[in-house]
């Protein structure tokens, strides 16, 4: 079982796999520099489109190589995006990535009916793994960015996608929990009623391969000792592998305060595409975004 | 854990004997049940109705009945509300239909100043002796509610779990029936059992254990649920099946009488004092039987 953001890049560079990103509109530092970084350790191959000279200028910014990438000349945010979303549908590259462009133009070619890498009826969601000195492993929460307000089955589909990735992480059975504000269920929230119909899919193997409980708040589904407080019995343990949020403006602001507060550091991919895409916001970090890489190879491995 | 209707007489063997008060009492088949429970201690009857019919029906039947209180109304509706005022008065700890319609019956029960309202829900409740069933199984509800939602279903639960308390079943295994044992979203039914389940698990609804959705045959049967990979603590040993409406109720329990030869006993719960309100296809011992099931929830006054 990976239990640090370290382990989980060092599980791929054992795979010795190198796979190959395309990044669209590369010209940027924290991009370049973590690509970079990615290449020289041996975890892929990358092929980077944009303005050729504003590349080649940011490498050298950086103290990076130009020769260590592929540089594919590309005049704009839109043709950057769809020519590196179309590498990976005709099998050039196994990775797409976000680099100076905007989310909505990215997405758009991702997403595009005819050329885009969207799994046909799959639900676009994402899920990011965090660690944390104050946890005991990683933590994998959905959805930060995508989903504002996930009905049921895109709720479905988002625990789907993280106990997937928890899977590849080496955790057989995660422990989901589904996040609320208390631990009661309420018709007047919609989301208690949500989580119950989840949780009796689990106990009926519709939703396959984890523990599930919800809805719990935080402290239930992450420290035993509130568990035993409330005498309140849920085979997550205070032991959560993955919570799932009600909505964006639940989610987004818990990783940001764990980023801010908890010293937290993170990895996250879009989820719902034939192969990983890497999206993630101009503001993030090298590391973040080094991070990142590393966990779209392991989840390309495991394809 | 209870295999025969019979056995409920050991249960209220300890007890003192509790009043019966049956609304518009001249009415052949509910009053030779009520006699013949009176005559084997079940019940102390009293008869509100028409003081001749009923001397007839009784004389017409062999029973002596010298000794009990009959307060004539001919009036049927005048002697529904008698019955009702004895019950909320604490005269009487069991209610019965006589030759009455339902509706003027429940009506009476309903009123606000001297009915036998206390704010729960009316449900009627079911109890089978089936051959093929290891004991007892409750059907919950096939006659009063039609389309139950959400919350009246929890009014449903709790109102049997409590009469099923009082049977001496602790912890009674409730089964929230559906067409399927998956969870799908176009089965309502499937859903609020989902949520039903969930809300047994954190002690919203407490004194049973409930599973749903079962299908019918994995709530009673261990080797179906086994067959379907089912794991469950209810699954082929439900005490208490939960209907997800009228319809699926009222031809199970038809079902179960005619096809299965099943033996049962109902009572509406939910009111100040249990209501035996047998319909006239029932039969003489099905109407017997209630009243001791009756006899057997209703509350000791003092």
Redesign the interface.
């Known amino acids: 079982m990976i239990r640090t953001l370290d382990q989980m890049v060092e599980k791929v560079l054992l795979s010795g796999k190198k796979h190959r990103l395309a990044i669209s509109w590369a010209q940027d530092n924290n991009t370049i520099g973590a690509v970079g970084k990615a290449v020289i350790n041996g975890l892929a191959e990358a092929f980077l489109l944009g303005k050729k000279n504003e590349i080649i200028k940011v490498c050298h910014s950086q103290s990076i190589d130009p020769a260590l990438f592929t540089i594919i000349g590309s005049e704009s945010e839109s043709t950057a995006s769809a020519e590196a979303v179309s590498m990976v549908k005709r099998g050039d590259a196994d990775i797409v990535m976000k680099g100076l462009v905007s989310t909505d133009k990215f997405l758009k070619a991702v997403m595009d009916k005819e050329n885009g890498i969207m799994i046909p009826g799959a639900v676009l969601s994402y899920v990011c793994a965090i660690e944390m000195p104050s946890y005991h492993k990683l933590l994998f929460i959905t959805d930060p960015a995508v989903i504002p307000f996930p009905d049921?089955?895109q709720k479905i589909a988002m625990a789907e996608y993280a106990i997937e990735m928890a899977n590849c992480f080496g955790i057989e059975k995660p422990k989901v929990a589904l996040i609320g504000a208390s631990?009661?269920?309420s018709?007047h929230f919609e989301n208690s009623?949500h989580?119950?119909?989840m949780?009796?899919?689990a106990?009926?193997?519709?939703i396959k391969n984890c523990i599930m409980d919800g809805p719990l708040d935080i402290f239930l589904a992450c420290e035993r000792k509130t568990m035993e407080i409330k005498g309140?019995?849920t085979p997550v343990n205070g032991d959560a592998d993955i919570l799932l949020f009600p909505s964006i403006e639940s989610c987004n602001p818990f990783y940001k305060g764990l980023m801010l507060f908890a010293n937290g550091e993170l990895a996250g991919l879009i989820r719902g595409t034939s192969s990983p895409v890497i999206v993630m916001s101009r503001s993030e970090k090298q590391k973040s975004k080094y991070y990142c890489i590393a966990l779209a190879c392991l989840m390309a491995g495991n394809k | 854990m209870l295999k025969k209707l019979e056995e409920i007489r050991a249960i209220i063997a300890n007890e003192p004997v509790k009043k019966l008060v049956l609304a518009a009492a001249h009415d052949h088949d509910s009053l030779s049940a009520v006699l013949r429970a009176s005559k084997d201690g079940i019940v102390i009857p009293i008869l509100v109705g028409d003081k001749e019919s009923i001397q007839n029906i009784a004389a017409a039947n062999g029973y002596d009945i010298s000794d009990l209180r009959i307060i004539h109304e001919s009036q049927t509706e005048a002697a529904v509300e008698i019955a009702v005022k004895m019950a909320s008065s604490k005269q009487a700890e069991i209610l019965m239909k006589g030759k009455v319609g339902t509706s003027t019956l429940l009506k009476c029960v309903l009123n606000k100043e001297w009915g036998l309202r206390t704010g729960k829900l009316l449900s009627h409740f079911a109890l089978f002796e089936v051959e093929t069933y290891h004991k007892l199984i409750a059907v919950t509800d096939v006659a009063m509610n039609i389309a139950p939602n959400?919350?009246e279903k929890i009014a449903i639960i709790n109102n049997s779990i409590n009469c099923l308390h009082k049977l001496g079943i602790q912890n009674p295994k409730v089964a929230v029936l559906g067409a399927v044992?998956?969870?799908n979203?176009n089965m309502s039914a499937t859903?609020d059992?989902?949520?039903l389940?969930?809300?047994n698990?954190?002690d919203?609804i407490k004194g049973c254990i409930i599973d749903g959705?079962l299908a019918f045959d994995n709530a009673v049967s261990l080797e179906s649920a086994r067959h379907k990979?089912?794991?469950s603590e209810v699954a082929g040993d439900t005490d208490l099946l939960l209907m997800p409406d009228i319809e699926v109720g009222n031809v199970l329990y038809k079902s179960l009488v005619f096809f299965a030869k099943a033996k049962v006993a109902s009572v509406i719960l939910g009111a100040a004092t249990p209501i035996v309100l047998t319909s006239r296809s029932d039969s003489e011992q099905a109407k017997y039987d209630s009243i001791m099931l009756a006899a057997a929830v209703s509350k000791k006054q003092a």
């Open positions: 049921l089955d631990e009661k269920i018709r009623i989580y119950s119909v949780c009796k899919m106990e009926r193997g519709q309140i019995n | 959400l919350q044992e998956m969870v979203e859903l059992a989902a949520l389940s969930k809300m698990q954190r919203q959705p990979g089912i794991k």
